[in-house]
């Protein structure tokens, strides 16, 4: 059996309890070394054997998964923040679906929840935006066109960026031009919830220049929009005035 599990935004106790426990039962861990906290293989058991796929191809990963499989052995396949955002999962699955090799997915605390933690802020405010997008620039990776950061800034919703510091000049260019003013807020999480983690407030016609002040290139998530201002609607759930399932409005 393969498990694959999410191994939340960065500390190792924020890993699900499902996730911490099928960790301490592998007998494999493939884990993503370049992105999970290392700390995290503590949970494994004396005697795991722990691969760092940072350094394999996808035949190799399965190759691994496959040779446990027919040593009757438990592979837990570890993945950074939630595995189904820019996970490489996809992949996986069809490939251990055509061997036949069973597999279940345990999911995880996403980066871009870790960021909306460090920031104490709350992507969904009533009157200013009630849509978050999770997206990425183009680079060597390219984006459908019509999935472009110039076309998702007309919306002026919340945006999360994943994958796009080093991209920092074409996302600052791509965000005005598509519809953000310059003085939208905006902030730069490096590592969420990591211990060294940093948090660089800016606007979206400073990002640039804060990305290179600063020295970030990776492991940071870009997040934009006037959710991280100061004006807001209060939400109905809890107004006095409004009535609910459970309680009648104050007259």
């Known amino acids: ?32 070394g370049s992105l999970v906290n290392p700390a995290l293989l503590d949970y494994a058991k004396p005697g795991c054997e722990i691969h760092d796929s940072a350094r394999l191809t996808l035949e190799q990963v399965i190759d691994i998964v496959r040779a446990a499989e027919a040593a009757g052995k438990v592979t837990v396949r570890l993945h ?14 069809d490939l251990l679906d055509a061997l036949g090799i069973e597999y279940d ?20 405010l009533p009157e ?12 060597r990776t390219p984006v459908p066109e019509r999935e472009s950061l110039r076309s998702f800034a007309q919306h002026r919703a919340t945006m999360v960026l994943f ?18 003013p310059p003085e939208t807020p905006a902030a730069i999480v490096f590592k969420a919830t990591w211990p060294e983690q940093a948090i660089y407030r800016c606007t979206v016609g400073t990002l640039a ?4 002040g600063n020295g970030l290139t990776k492991t940071s998530l870009i997040v934009i929009g006037d959710f991280l201002g100061r004006d807001y609607e209060r939400s109905k759930l809890y107004d006095p005035g409004f009535t609910t399932e459970f309680r009648q409005a104050e007259r």
């Open 128 to 139: 200013v935006s009630q849509s978050v997008i999770i997206t990425r620039a183009a680079g």
């Open 105 to 124: 997915v345990c999911p995880g605390v996403s980066a871009f929840c870790g960021a909306a933690a460090a920031l104490k802020a709350e992507y969904t």
């Open 1 to 32: 059996m393969v498990h694959f599990v999410g191994a939340g935004s960065g500390a190792p106790d924020l890993i699900t309890v499902r996730g911490a426990r099928l960790l301490s039962e592998a007998d494999v861990i493939v884990y993503a």
């Open 80 to 93: 950074t923040g939630d595995s189904s955002i820019y996970g490489a999962v996809r992949e996986q699955f």
């Open 163 to 180: 994958l796009s510091t080093s991209l920092a000049d074409d996302v600052q260019r791509e965000l005005i031009e598509g519809g953000y």
């Open 209 to 212: 220049d804060t990305v290179r």
